[in-house]
């Protein structure tokens, strides 16, 4: 006979659970029922029957309507007796044989209001009960215990609830609350003579506040509090405080008293807590460490990665060998970071699903990025950080090179389970080439992965656009850059390099879009902000930049440079007072700069407070005493406000700093002369003349010096001078003859106004010797641009218009020279710039 699957099979099957026939043979559930308030309260007139008589009635009903349910209006104290009796047949009523009548009684107006004849206990109407009166009691003590221990649970809750959002300090008051009621109480028990509180709970709010205590650094308070819970032997958490105290005592800087905790805690755990144990040994190796004993650390993590292998005990194991010289080991333990397994999600589902099954589609895309997938790629990346950091300690700790030690490294990463960081080990090993000056090895090696796989080939053509960036050479480094973006476009490295091509090139339009699509990449990318920002300086867009660089300041609140470019276009835009603000904000994280305090005093000079300002010019000789700006403006200020004798230190410090200018030196000699000091100013300009024989200057202050002492040394000074302006004009003539004799060999024929330009030129360079002109002390390109060295005029005094020297027309005839008279009236303030 054929199998036949019947289609309603089990249709009329349930759950025996949700058979209500036999609720009234339940007795578990009428106890239940009675212990409730429902089953204590005194049956109201519409209650009398009770709940499970209603059950009963509801549950046992029988199918004949002719059998009446009883209605309220016939209860009486005997009720629930007589409704089992009319369900079983018998009619209600005050004698069991009165004949049934309510059947037969015609239907009328008068009937009572609310009442439908034949409606049961579940009728469509049920009467209002009169409103229950409620004898109010009294609130026990305990039942006042509880509720305060609810409270203490709540605020040490909230407490814990406030540490995860990062509010430590409402944390902190919260905790202190729940302390503080946990021993009201304590007291309310022991006054009313109650048992005594809940230990665990007391514990729980006592280690609560602890811990918030020390989160907030106080250490006395804390450890006060958990030396309160060892001193409780009630409480199974002593090891864990335990540990919590060596914390503590690590703040500190305690590192012997750490120890000892620790360890104590060690023998408190058991043996089958093993993470705890492990993590226990691990701030003992750390602990060691803090101490400088890594032998004992290194024994530790030893015991660590036996047990429990991870990536973050193996490169310390690496470093405490590498700390003490035990090369061999720190390639044992690389070694052994290598083979330490990394399982993934894909790894523990490995059945291949197949793709027409849409749900597991959904799943699978659902998961794709989920919160697990996120905390696995964050372990991924971890663990290939650590590899490749242990590669650079074993690559530079090589006995023969670092090449060959990158390429014992790159050797074991492809023999082990990493085998796809042995291509980015190579990009390692070409920077350890640029390290030795190898640029040629540097970029053979680059140049092999143009055709690798595009992360690689954009990564090793960054690099190579970098390298020829920095050996100027503009054309491959644009080319190569290039290549980056074709392979990843997404790079916001090779933008950055391209902009930096771009911005070198003056094209500052093309190096601000390059820049911004670096941002729109990655917002983080502080290259790309800061080279943007200077971009924008370089356009005048002092609006941009200001938007930029509260943004930098965002991202790196502890940089100094970015206050200082933000005073620098605050000082554009003239408003002083913000850029002062932000030196000051610069000032504040680099004391001992002496460049800030300098361009403080060039703020504070600018608007006229001389005084603030010499304060500022002051810091800064003393923390940059090599400064040339700085002693040229406390030279300047001390001379023009007539301290000659002040000004000789800054002047000669100067000459130290320069000693190829003359003009310090002649500033040195001239106070000396000002402060009546002739025998020392004679002596610095004899040996300025040593030094610089062919200075005219010099000698013409010498001549004048002689004057004034009646010297007999001034015929030689004279005839000096003679010799050297002679010498001076035949040079000048030799350099005009050699660039006609140019002209005319290319076949340019010199005009009459060539010639006289050639003479204006030729004058203008006597005349410039005779000239005061004003230094530009301000040329600098910015906070991040080379200062290029300072170029100065030589050095001069103000001779009066009375002197003149003719020059002899031809050199033949001679024409008689008149002695030279000097202005005693010299004011070394004029030999400083305006």
Not at 814 to 832: M, P, Q, R
Request: glycine share 4%.
């Amino acid at each position: 006979m054929e199998y036949r699957t019947d289609s309603y099979s089990g249709f009329n099957d349930y759950n025996p659970l949700l058979d209500t026939d036999d609720l009234k043979h339940d007795t578990n559930l009428q106890q239940a029922v009675l212990k409730t308030s429902h089953g204590r309260r005194a049956p109201t007139s519409t209650q009398k029957t009770g709940m499970f008589s209603k059950l009963k009635n509801v549950f046992t009903r029988p199918k004949n309507t002719a059998v009446p349910v009883p209605s309220a209006r016939l209860g009486t104290a005997s009720r629930a007796v007589r409704q089992e009796n009319s369900v079983a047949g018998a009619r209600p009523g005050s004698t069991l044989h009165r004949p049934v009548t309510a059947q037969n009684r015609p239907s009328t107006a008068i009937r009572s209001a609310g009442f439908i004849a034949g409606s049961g206990a579940f009728g469509s109407y049920t009467s209002v009960p009169e409103p229950i009166q409620y004898e109010m009691k009294d609130e026990s003590n305990e039942e006042k215990a509880r509720k305060i221990e609810r409270t203490i649970f709540n605020l040490a809750e909230e407490s814990c609830f406030a540490y995860e959002e990062n509010n430590i300090k409402l944390a902190l008051e919260k905790a202190e609350e729940a302390m503080k009621l946990d021993k009201t109480h304590a007291r309310y028990r022991d006054e009313h003579n109650m048992s005594e509180s809940n230990v665990n709970l007391s514990g729980f709010v006592i280690l609560n506040c602890a811990n918030m205590s020390a989160k907030c650094g106080m250490k006395v308070e804390a450890m006060n509090l958990y030396n309160l819970i060892l001193k409780n032997k009630l409480l199974p958490v002593h090891s864990r405080v335990r540990i919590n105290i060596g914390n503590v005592f690590v703040s500190s800087k305690q590192y012997a008293n750490a120890l000892k905790m620790y360890r104590m805690a060690l023998d408190q755990i058991s043996e089958q807590n093993v993470n705890l144990k492990m993590n226990v040994r691990q701030n003992i190796a750390a602990t060691h460490i803090l101490m400088g004993q890594y032998a004992e650390a290194a024994q530790m993590y030893e015991i660590v990665m036996q047990e429990r292998p991870n990536h973050r005990c193996g490169l310390n194991l690496l470093l405490c060998y590498y700390a003490i010289g035990q090369l061999d080991k720190a390639r044992r333990a690389f070694t052994d970071l290598l083979k330490i397994p990394f399982q993934t999600s894909e790894d523990n589902y490995p059945v291949s699903l197949g793709k027409e099954d849409k749900q597991v589609s959904l799943v699978t895309e659902a998961i794709r990025d989920d919160r697990y997938k996120q905390m696995e790629r964050k372990r991924r990346h971890f663990a290939e950080h650590v590899i490749v950091t242990a590669v650079k300690i074993i690559g530079n700790i090589s006995e023969q090179d670092s090449i060959n030690g990158y390429e014992w490294c790159i050797e074991q990463v492809r023999n082990s389970t990493y085998l796809e960081l042995a291509s980015g080990l190579e990009i390692q090993k070409a920077i350890a080439y640029l390290r030795e000056d190898n640029f040629p090895k540097a970029i053979a090696i680059l140049k092999e992965f143009e055709k690798a796989e595009a992360k690689l080939a954009s990564a090793a053509a960054t690099n190579l656009s970098f390298l020829h960036f920095l050996k100027k050479d503009l054309n491959n480094a644009h080319k190569y850059a290039d290549l980056a973006l074709k392979s990843d476009k997404f790079n916001p490295a090779s933008l950055t390099n391209k902009g930096n091509c771009c911005f070198v090139q003056h094209d500052y339009e093309k190096a601000r879009y390059y820049y911004e699509e670096a941002l729109n990449i990655d917002a983080g990318c502080v290259q790309a902000l800061h080279n943007l920002i200077l971009t924008l300086i370089q356009s005048k867009q002092y609006q941009r930049v200001k938007d930029f660089l509260h943004k930098y300041a965002t991202i790196q609140p502890d940089n100094s440079q970015v206050a200082c470019l933000m005073a620098k276009v605050l000082q554009e835009t003239h408003d002083f007072d913000q850029a002062k603000s932000w030196y000051l904000q610069a000032l504040s994280g680099h004391r001992t700069d002496g460049y800030l305090h300098r361009r403080l005093g060039e703020l504070v000079d600018s608007q006229g407070d001389k005084s603030e300002a010499l304060q500022y010019y002051f810091d800064a000789y003393r923390h940059s005493p090599c400064d040339i700006q700085t002693l040229e403006w406390l030279a300047s200020y001390y001379i023009e406000n007539q301290y000659p004798e002040k000004a000789i230190e800054f002047c000669m410090q100067a000459a130290l700093v320069k000693p190829e200018e003359i003009k310090w030196n002649l500033m040195v000699a001239s106070c000396y002369r000002r402060t009546g000091n002739y025998a020392a100013a004679l002596d610095k300009y004899k040996w300025t003349h040593q030094r610089f024989p062919d200075d005219i200057d010099c000698i013409q202050f010498l001549i004048k010096i002689c004057i004034d002492l009646g010297l007999p040394e001034r015929e030689v000074y004279e005839n000096e001078l003679k010799k050297v302006t002679k010498m001076k004009e035949i040079e000048f003539q030799r350099k005009t003859s050699a660039s006609k004799s140019q002209n005319i060999v290319k076949g340019h024929k010199i005009s009459s106004a060539e010639r006289d330009v050639a003479a204006n030129t030729r004058n203008q360079t006597f005349d410039d010797h005779r000239k005061r002109t004003p230094i530009n002390l301000d040329n600098t390109e910015g906070v991040f641009s080379q200062q290029g060295p300072i170029t100065m005029r030589p050095y001069v005094d103000q001779l009066p218009q009375q002197i003149t020297y003719e020059r002899p027309k031809t050199a033949i005839s001679k024409k008689e020279t008149h002695g030279i008279v000097f202005d005693d009236n010299d004011n070394a303030a004029d030999l400083l710039p305006d």
